[in-house]
């Protein structure tokens, strides 16, 4: 079977870090992939790791541990517009398989 | 900025009848998908395209389900006779050649698709 663990909801105040983590389980893994949502709208990709490391974006970092199939995304100088859903993503070949998604509120 | 659009944005239809999603992917994209989500739950895929055929479907993506890309800019999603569990939102992707090292795929804004 195929599974991607991440908190469903997470809440910070404007200002702070915040880290949302994702453990996978998957047949393939080609990379791991971030992407945001608002309201249901279109999701829209923020990073993308193959390898282990992280990567820095503005604000966004996102890290990858193939070894224990595990990653996460790291928010920083938290904004009101960051709250949405965030999901982490697994790259296989050509399809992305989603998790359940983290729901994160940022309050003033 | 090129996006991905899809039309209709909300789509109601009867159980049984046949519903046509329409996408336009970006122009110099080369490969397209289907994704759904249930409304609250997460993103599924349904299918991928690429060089006029399906690359890859997901077991969701039985019989009832068919894509096309019936000219050089449009690629529909074809349900041929609805159930209720169909309602969802239905997220067309497209993708270009992979610059080095990343992988990102645009989704357009969604159909809403709801059976009745």
């Known amino acids: 079977g195929q599974s991607l663990e991440q908190p469903s909801e997470v809440t910070a105040v404007e200002g702070a870090i915040v880290q949302i983590n994702c453990t996978y389980q998957?047949?393939?893994?080609?990379?791991l992939s971030w992407y945001q949502q608002h309201d249901g709208g279109a999701p829209t990709f923020l990073s993308y790791n193959a390898l282990d490391g992280l990567e820095e974006t503005g604000r966004f970092s996102s890290f990858l541990s193939r070894s224990d199939s595990y990653g996460y995304l790291l928010l920083q100088e938290l904004q009101m517009k960051d709250s949405a859903s965030y999901f982490c993503?697994?790259?296989?070949?050509?399809?992305?398989?989603f998790g359940q998604g983290t729901e994160l509120s940022v309050k003033p | 900025e090129p996006e991905v659009t899809q039309t209709p944005s909300h789509q109601v239809t009867q159980m049984g009848q046949e519903v046509i999603l329409r996408c336009v992917p970006i122009?110099?994209?080369?490969?397209f998908y289907w994704y759904r989500q249930i409304l609250g739950q997460k993103v599924e895929f349904l299918v991928s395209f690429y060089n006029n055929e399906i690359s890859e479907k997901s077991e969701i993506f039985d019989d009832q389900f068919s894509v096309e890309r019936p000219d050089g800019s449009n690629f529909t999603l074809k349900i041929r006779s609805t159930k209720l569990e169909d309602s969802a939102m239905y997220f067309c992707?497209?993708?270009?050649?992979?610059?080095?090292?990343?992988?990102?795929?645009?989704f357009g804004p969604g159909t809403r698709l709801t059976v009745t």
């Open positions: 992707a497209s993708r270009g050649t992979s610059s080095r090292g990343s992988y990102e795929q645009y």
């Open positions: 998957t047949s393939g893994f080609y990379g």
């Open positions: 122009s110099n994209h080369l490969y």
């Open positions: 993503a697994v790259r296989q070949a050509g399809k992305l398989i």
